[in-house]
């Protein structure tokens, strides 16, 4: 009914497929993905829908159960306010409107069942870089639901995660490329203070702050790139890989995130503070 200003189907994503240069794709924020199925009573790696900021509204043909977890947001089912983060009954004939994010950036919606479109390289995740699965939502797609797998198991739930990030902290393990960047840079890159960049997306979350220098003018031969990579372009802002980048790259990498600090990177708002805190392990 809403398509949302960007509205995906997402799982777990497509791993093992770097080598024919197809990206990994899926939730960016995989704990808040998984947690949503859960609540419904869906295995991890059934599909759910990932809004951006300004949420979706879908009307449903059978009664069925959702569940909207990640960016704290307004819900409701015909019109009526419900519980965000837990598991709600929409009649046959219902619109689930999911509100604008009231913090963080990506809202995930699982309905019982999974969205079952049609796998692409054994995964429904849409891929913004290559194109790989279903479109972006727009307004009046109808969507193929599952058959559900049952309740949701005991233990389920959503007060235990931390909400969005007010501050950005990524740890960074230096390398592959340090040695690209001058002694400073390297040695400021720990105190210096970025924001994140309006032009991030789900390929990678840029940067706005102090330039890093490259030591070297030569070029480097493209080589793989990894999830969490950090690349430095030639503007010198640091750009954090995320869940549709690119396999390989020109540019220096002088560190990687580990992946389980990337789910806050996926909820952090354009203007949140970056702190990188460089490590060797």
């Not at 902290?169 to 105190?191: C, H, I, K, M, Y």
């Not at 640091?238 to 806050?264: C, M």
Request: net charge neutral; aromatic share 4%.
């Amino acid at each position: 009914m809403r398509a949302g200003a960007l509205t995906t189907v997402q799982d777990l994503g497509r791993i093992g497929f770097a080598h024919l240069g197809v990206p990994r794709s899926g939730a960016l924020d995989q704990p808040a993905h998984r947690l949503a199925n859960r609540l419904v009573g869906n295995p991890p790696e059934a599909a759910t829908l990932e809004t951006t900021l300004t949420g979706t509204a879908v009307r449903v043909r059978r009664t069925t159960v959702a569940a909207v977890v990640g960016a704290p947001c307004p819900v409701r089912v015909a019109g009526r306010p419900v519980a965000w983060g837990a598991a709600i009954r929409v009649p046959a004939g219902a619109v689930l409107e999911v509100g604008p994010a009231t913090a963080g950036l990506r809202t995930y919606v699982a309905l019982a069942g999974g969205v079952a479109v049609e796998p692409v390289l054994g995964s429904r995740s849409t891929d913004l870089l290559s194109g790989l699965g279903p479109s972006p939502l727009a307004d009046g797609d109808l969507l193929p639901l599952g058959e559900p797998t049952g309740p949701a198991p005991p233990g389920a739930d959503v007060h235990r995660r931390s909400g969005p990030p007010t501050e950005l902290v990524l740890p960074l393990v230096l390398g592959p490329r340090q040695d690209w960047f001058t002694e400073a840079a390297r040695n400021s890159l720990g105190a210096a203070h970025y924001t994140v960049a309006s032009a991030s997306n789900r390929i990678g979350l840029r940067t706005d702050g102090p330039a890093l220098t490259w030591a070297r003018t030569d070029e480097l031969p493209s080589e793989g790139m990894v999830l969490g990579a950090v690349q430095v372009p030639p503007d010198g802002r640091p750009v954090l890989f995320l869940a549709d980048h690119p396999v390989t790259g020109g540019y220096p990498v002088i560190g990687v995130v580990p992946e389980e600090h990337l789910p806050a990177a996926a909820q952090a708002t354009p203007g949140t503070p970056v702190r990188f805190t460089p490590t060797t392990h």
